[in-house]
């Protein structure tokens, strides 16, 4: 807890009040899902500094690592914690594959928040058709198993042949476990070490080898080179020819070691 902590103080002496701590579990850029420690630590953080957690776990069905995932569900019903400071945030975009259709949840025991909440959602209410649709797909529970169980072995597959691709380009990732991308580090392809020469590598890969995917800097990134590769909405016999699209501009040599 000790960058949190640094953190926190850092931007109480920019004179920013602190109101929250928003975490994302599955994390997104990197992947990695949080202990039930880890989740432990927040909470008696957010408790000494009596401010708000919010747990943003939009990736939770799509685990597809050996780490097990912990929802903040579980971690408030083992202890006897605040629970109105802490608030779960859920979408069924990304598990259920239907961004379309703009389904996010708040799940809360703070009366407060709830009460904002309901009066906000009447500016954006879920359409009759789609509840109905909705409520017939999320009642059968066995199409949702299977569903959700097929998506998580085609993630698993998916990201070790990404990655594994990668590799062979001399281009780490960092271990993920859940959602929709890879953190890879291509530092060493930029001219210069910076914000600057990551932009310039982004801006080759989106223009010549026609491939977008995010530069660090976009996710908050304080080290230059990092970037956010999604590897869910490519087929698997698409990835030999999006690693010799990266070789391309790289330069990288490809290596079965």
């Known amino acids: 807890m000790t960058a949190l902590e640094r953190a926190y103080n850092q931007t109480k002496k920019k004179g920013i009040k602190v109101h929250a701590i928003l975490i994302s579990n599955p994390s997104n850029p990197v992947g990695n899902v949080l202990s039930r420690e880890t989740l432990y630590d927040l909470l008696d953080f957010a408790t000494e500094k009596n401010i708000h957690l919010i747990s943003d776990e939009i990736f939770a069905g799509s685990v597809y690592g050996n780490d097990e995932f912990v929802s903040m569900a579980e971690v408030l019903d083992a202890e006897d914690f605040d629970r109105s400071r802490v608030h779960i945030i859920y979408g069924l975009s990304k598990d259920l594959s239907i961004p379309g259709f703009r389904v996010g949840a708040i799940y809360s025991f703070n009366e407060n928040v709830v009460a904002v909440s309901t009066r906000l959602a009447r500016f954006s209410s879920v359409s009759a058709p789609t509840q109905r649709l909705l409520i017939s797909m999320l009642s059968d529970t066995k199409f949702i198993q299977e569903f959700m169980e097929t998506s998580r072995k085609r993630l698993s597959k998916m990201y070790t042949a990404f990655v594994g691709g990668l590799k062979e380009l001399g281009i780490q990732c960092t271990n993920s476990s859940g959602g929709f991308y890879c ?75």
Do not use: Q
């Open 183 to 257: 953190w890879a580090d291509m530092s060493k392809f930029i001219r210069s070490y910076s914000g600057k020469g990551e932009l310039e590598l982004w801006e080759k890969l989106l223009n010549v080898a026609k491939i977008n995917i995010n530069p660090g800097s976009s996710c908050h990134c304080i080290e230059p080179g990092w970037f956010r590769c999604c590897f869910s909405t490519i087929a698997e016999s698409d990835i030999p020819l999006v690693m010799e699209r990266i070789r391309r501009v790289t330069g990288s040599s490809v290596s079965h070691g």
